[in-house]
């Protein structure tokens, strides 16, 4: 009701003890492609879906690493997520060569809690118009953290943001209680399961779909696209999909060749 | 006090430098590199410890070994892990060994007024897989070799390099003929760094020997003489 008297600026509060501009920093985060992540007791996983604008262009990546421990997945303006990654790796690298250690998850997430807080309360500057999950494995545990334009931040045992993202939040709820004791393939497996459910129209395939993984013993690693195959192929054989798929394919064949005869 | 010269004698001034000992060298094929160092950390003649690695792995492709003061040894190797790390996230692949080897000379050099009291060695293979060794000075002078030794028994391996990787001085042996294998290369390196420890009182303990080839570092370690 009082929304377009109270949004101009993000120092106005509105009548609710809103403030607007940071909650269309979020709805920012909302447009953004799926991504979630969840964990067990001894690895950590981000699944997320890569858009991309037209057939001609790449598909925007949307997870990075940030040290060997930790990684990040984004949701949201790219542009913003670099400074925050740029931001993240140097804390982390500052912390390894002074300290000699693994710069625990929790600790550089709160750190840009408070540089995210920062940008709602000062003159001049804008939220970060974007969400990480945050993954890591330090202190023999496993994290998964939230960060958002607002400047809070939670620990998570699944989570998913993004567009379409309550599909998959919805299928983590109610899977998360066996999240736990699972070995890594499994929980990739509900990852994928769970992209699965809020990626709509949209063909889940290598190119488009990205899984990083992080545990013990296990470094920060984003999966190549084969591997990330594979575990399509398992979750489209039990849904038995393959026909379709390939029918799929045939008809994109056919596309092509009557380009061809046009140009000709 | 004055001298008959006129000059006066100063009393001895503190020295922000120590020498910690120990012997390193670096031998490169043509298709991989052999580098190693030994352990001991000494001061004075006592042995400060047994082990203290002057080795570090920068890149799958590429390794340091220094000698000289402990201290900046570990500085200087921990200052080039991270800038290794910042290269590769803003490259997106990790450091050429010619890119770490200039990064050297560079980090030696920004300390042109207060040196790095280390004497590199940096050995790895190249862009095209071939086997390289370049060998430093305190303030980063660069040259790319086929072998190297640095360190206080570097006088005592040099010599035997030249004679059995260079061939020089050799009436037995054509150099058409010879071909240095990984096998005779790791051999070499093992019995000159031993031979070292035998005569130099700085060298011994153990040494950490490291053959990398293209398909990656391969890391050992092996004992020498304790006393």
């Not at chain 1, 399509?232 to 005869?261: H, P, R, S, V, Y």
Request: net charge negative; hydrophobic share 35%.
């Amino acid at each position: 009701m009082f929304r377009t008297q109270y949004d101009s600026d993000i120092s106005i509060y509105s009548p609710e003890g809103r403030l607007y501009q940071i909650e269309y920093a979020m709805q920012a985060v909302a447009q953004g492609s799926t991504a979630l992540g969840l964990k067990s007791k001894t690895h950590a996983v981000v699944v997320t879906l890569m858009r991309s604008s037209d057939e001609l262009s790449s598909h925007q990546r949307k997870i990075f690493k940030v040290d060997g421990h930790m990684g990040i997945a984004i949701s949201g303006l790219t542009a913003d997520a670099r400074v925050l990654l740029k931001f993240m790796r140097n804390e982390t690298l500052h912390h390894k060569f002074v300290y000699g250690s693994d710069l625990p998850t929790g600790e550089v997430v709160s750190s840009l809690a408070m540089k995210s807080q920062r940008n709602t309360q000062r003159w001049g500057r804008r939220p970060y118009g974007v969400g990480l999950l945050v993954i890591g494995y330090d202190g023999d545990k496993t994290h998964l953290y939230q960060t958002s334009p607002s400047g809070n931040c939670f620990s998570y045992y699944a989570q998913a943001i993004g567009s379409r993202s309550q599909s998959a939040r919805t299928y983590l709820e109610k899977n998360f209680k066996e999240f736990p004791e699972l070995g890594l393939e499994e929980l990739v497996l509900h990852g994928v399961k769970a992209l699965k459910e809020s990626s709509g129209k949209e063909t889940l395939t290598k190119l488009n779909v990205g899984i990083a993984v992080v545990g013990k013993e296990q470094k920060f690693e984003i999966l190549k696209p084969n591997k990330v195959q594979s575990y399509l192929d398992q979750i489209l054989q039990t849904e038995g999909e393959i026909e379709i798929e390939n029918e799929n394919e045939n008809e994109k064949d056919e596309e092509a060749e009557t380009l061809e005869l046009k140009l000709d | 006090m004055e001298t008959y010269l006129g000059e006066k004698q100063q009393a001895r001034q503190w020295s922000p430098y120590i020498n910690n000992g120990g012997s390193c060298l670096a031998v490169a094929g043509d298709d991989f590199a052999v580098i190693a160092s030994d352990t001991r950390m000494s001061l004075g003649y006592s042995i400060k410890t047994r082990y203290s690695t002057k080795y570090l792995k920068i890149t799958e492709k590429c390794s340091i070994v220094s000698s000289g003061m402990q201290a900046d040894i570990f500085t200087l190797h921990k200052v080039l892990k991270s800038r290794a790390q910042i290269y590769e996230q803003k490259h997106g692949k990790p450091m050429s060994t010619d890119a770490v080897a200039k990064l050297v000379s560079r980090l030696l050099y920004y300390r042109r007024f207060f040196p790095y009291y280390t004497f590199n060695i940096v050995a790895g293979v190249d862009e095209d897989g071939v086997g390289c060794v370049f060998s430093y000075d305190a303030i980063g002078t660069l040259e790319r070799v086929k072998y190297s030794a640095s360190g206080s028994g570097s006088s005592l391996i040099e010599p035997v390099l030249d004679n059995q990787v260079a061939l020089k001085n050799r009436n037995d042996i054509k150099k058409e003929e010879f071909k240095l294998t990984k096998e005779y290369a790791i051999d070499l390196v093992k019995d000159a760094i031993t031979s070292a420890g035998e005569r130099d009182i700085y060298t011994g303990d153990f040494v950490e020997i490291s053959v990398i080839d293209l398909n990656g570092t391969h890391e050992d370690k092996f004992e020498l003489r304790f006393d």
